[in-house]
């Protein structure tokens, strides 16, 4: 059974701080790695994906890969209230398969 | 406007009476899915579908079947739905799967009586 698992939260941040986010998945195999955010009441939105191990940074997002750890994070620089979500890690195992984990609630807090 | 759309929104029936829930994607995408999502559950995979007249089982096929006719639609039939079936569902789609963001549809908050 693949799995990809995340802590429920909520994690809760003040504004302006450094939000993290983490993920870990079972199967070695593993091939891409996702993070979408979904607003309450909303579908999902891609925030980032990679591929390599090491860190990709778009904006205030820096996703990072350690695929001997098996684990993927998320940080969130500079944290805004608009960043309070839920934020799903999905991870694609074959060429067919993609799992989402159950999501971390985050807060941000003024 | 790219866009993956889903009808009904919401729908309460009661138990044992079919219903299909649309999927239609704009987009010439190849791969198409279905998901369910329940509180504490996350995200689960009921069907998806490589191509035209390809379809597969996800992690939580029961109780549903998919057809894929034509690329850009994707219905999903409930032939008869139980309680235990009451969830949102988002039809998605993309290019591929390794590497291409799914696009979600608006999502259909199903409640089954």
């Known amino acids: 059974q693949k799995e990809v698992e995340q802590n429920s939260g909520p994690l809760s941040v003040p504004e302006g701080a450094i939000a993290s986010l983490n993920c870990t998945y079972s199967?070695?195999?593993?091939?891409?790695f996702f993070w979408y955010r979904q607003y309450s009441g909303k579908s999902p939105e891609l925030i980032m994906f990679?591929?390599?191990?090491g860190d990709k940074e778009d904006g205030r997002f820096t996703a990072q890969l350690n695929k001997a750890s098996q684990y993927v994070s998320l940080l969130i620089r500079d944290s805004q209230p608009s960043d309070s979500a839920t934020y799903l890690c999905?991870?694609?195992?074959?060429?067919?398969?993609?799992?989402f984990g159950t999501g971390t609630r985050l807060q941000v807090f003024p | 406007e790219a866009q993956v759309t889903q009808n009904p929104r919401y729908l309460i029936t009661v138990t044992g009476k079919k219903l299909t829930v649309t999927c239609s994607q704009n987009?010439?995408?190849?791969?198409m899915s279905w998901y369910r999502q329940d509180p504490g559950l996350g995200l689960r995979q009921i069907y998806y579908?490589?191509?035209?007249?390809?379809?597969d089982k996800g992690d939580v096929p029961e109780g549903y079947k998919v057809s894929r006719k034509e690329k850009r639609n994707f219905p999903l039939i409930l032939e008869s739905p139980s309680p235990n079936q009451t969830s949102l569902y988002f039809c998605?789609?993309?290019?591929?799967?390794?590497?291409?963001?799914?696009?979600f549809g608006p999502g259909t908050r199903l409640t089954v009586t």
């Open positions: 199967d070695r195999g593993s091939q891409s």
């Open positions: 579908s490589m191509n035209v007249e390809v379809t």
């Open positions: 987009m010439n995408h190849e791969y």
């Open positions: 998605a789609s993309s290019p591929g799967l390794a590497g291409y963001e799914q696009y």
């Open positions: 999905a991870v694609t195992y074959n060429t067919d398969k993609l799992i």
């Open positions: 990679i591929y390599s191990n």
